[in-house]
């Protein structure tokens, strides 16, 4: 097979046709049940109603005018998070990466025009995946990421995840902010305890920094809450999000109080494509569905149910699932046996996952799914966990044997 893509991923050889729900039905007809989402991108699963109606209506009248002119349908998606949330205001980007960005110089900005440009530098945690720009992989400090690509963007100070004292002993007179993902997803499903969290944005309130959250894979109800944040019953004073709000469609956004946003007046920054009618249109139908009446309450009481059953499927297979991990459906199994064959072994199964960090598989389905898919999900891990350790097993018996 040849192919002209630049070979930066490592692709499983499948490719879909289309989707119906938490189903993709690849090009060989063969039906998948979707538990990774895109990602955490397809929150209400695929082909959704709501989704493809809102797209359709908007591409028949009207796909992009850039931001010389005002966007309405963006004026109302801003003011609809910022009712949902702490921020004031919204910058519209077209990914996660972008809306980091956003949220660096947001942060860097406020410090300036506060009269201290000196404090430029971002406190980050081992294990973070913020992006894939060269700022954002800065910011992630992950070496075999950042290798090759000349001199990392100066200015981010990493620290074990969620270590308090390690932020403190960090803390100087060129801190300008803490930037932290509520729950790590790439990193391996990690989480940042609620206690954690206030004990952070204490540490902002004490020392003038502002908190960023990156609610880029935690966002837009994955959690079980609209935000990861809202859990803990703090505020940030920026935060990235993206992934889930266009619901397939790209589109990620920065919101931040008006105080942190202080800085970023007209010129300061900008994006061609960022709060396109297309996007906006996604980004509103998304948001119809996530914020309804008992939306969130069933996305709970859905995870509760899934997390029960995976507890389960841990006690039956000691010797492949070390530990269920993560909130709502956010989830992820910490393997004994190497995870790149979990994933297959379930791929196998036509259950589709994503291998994340610490050996972790995360599951990550459509907000939508029900008791059925969680039924069929179950049985698929079931079967190849079995597999794996009937395959983990069989050298020790046959040396025995021998
Ligand atoms: C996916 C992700 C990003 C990067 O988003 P892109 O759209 O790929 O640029 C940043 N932060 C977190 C937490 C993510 O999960």
Redesign the pocket.
């Known amino acids: 097979m040849t192919s002209h893509l630049l070979p930066a991923y490592a692709r499983a050889n499948l490719a879909f046709e289309r989707g119906d729900g938490a189903w993709l039905i690849a090009t060989d007809g063969e039906r998948y049940l979707d538990f990774a989402s895109g990602?955490a991108v397809n929150a209400l699963g695929h082909a959704h109603p709501h989704l493809v109606k809102a797209l359709g209506e908007q591409a028949q009248k009207l796909w992009h005018v850039s931001n010389l002119f005002r966007i309405p349908e963006g004026e109302r998606l801003a003011e609809r998070l910022c009712a949902a949330t702490f921020a004031d205001l919204v910058f519209f980007a077209n990914?996660?990466?972008e809306a980091?960005e956003c949220a660096i110089k947001t942060a860097r900005k406020y410090h300036a025009v506060g009269g201290q440009a000196e404090r430029f530098r971002i406190i980050t945690f081992e294990g973070a995946?913020?992006?894939?720009t060269l700022a954002t992989l800065a910011a992630g400090g992950q070496q075999k990421y950042l290798e090759g690509f000349g001199p990392p963007l100066e200015g981010f100070d990493q620290v074990p995840f969620a270590d308090l004292e390690a932020v403190k002993r960090k803390l100087g007179p060129e801190t300008a902010a803490i930037l932290i993902?509520p729950i790590q997803?790439?990193g391996g499903v990690r989480i940042a305890s609620p206690q954690i969290l206030k004990e952070l944005r204490a540490l902002c309130d004490q020392h003038g920094l502002l908190l960023v959250l990156?609610e880029?894979?935690t966002g837009i109800g994955r959690t079980g809450e609209l935000f990861a944040y809202q859990r803990a019953g703090i505020a940030p004073d920026i935060m990235a999000i993206?992934?889930a709000i266009g619901g397939g469609f790209p589109l990620?956004a920065c919101l931040a109080t008006g105080e942190a946003a202080k800085g970023m007046t007209p010129g300061t920054h900008g994006s061609t494509f960022g709060g396109n009618p297309l996007a906006m249109a996604a980004g509103n139908a998304v948001l119809d569905v996530v914020l309804a009446p008992g939306f969130l309450d069933r996305v709970r009481r859905t995870a509760i149910l899934f997390k029960q059953r995976l507890a389960e499927l841990k006690d039956r297979h000691p010797a492949v699932i070390a530990e269920v991990r993560g909130e709502g459906l956010l989830l992820g199994l910490r393997a004994l046996t190497p995870s790149a064959e979990l994933v297959d072994e379930l791929r196998a199964e036509k259950l589709l996952t994503a291998a994340s960090g610490e050996n972790v598989v995360r599951l990550l389905p459509p907000l939508i799914i029900g008791q059925a898919e969680i039924a069929e999900a179950v049985a698929m891990i079931d079967r190849a966990c079995t597999r794996i350790a009937r395959a983990h097993d069989q050298p020790r018996k046959e040396g025995v044997v021998g």
């Open positions: 990602v990914s996660g990466a980091l995946f913020h992006g894939r993902e997803g790439e990156d880029v894979q993206a992934k990620g």
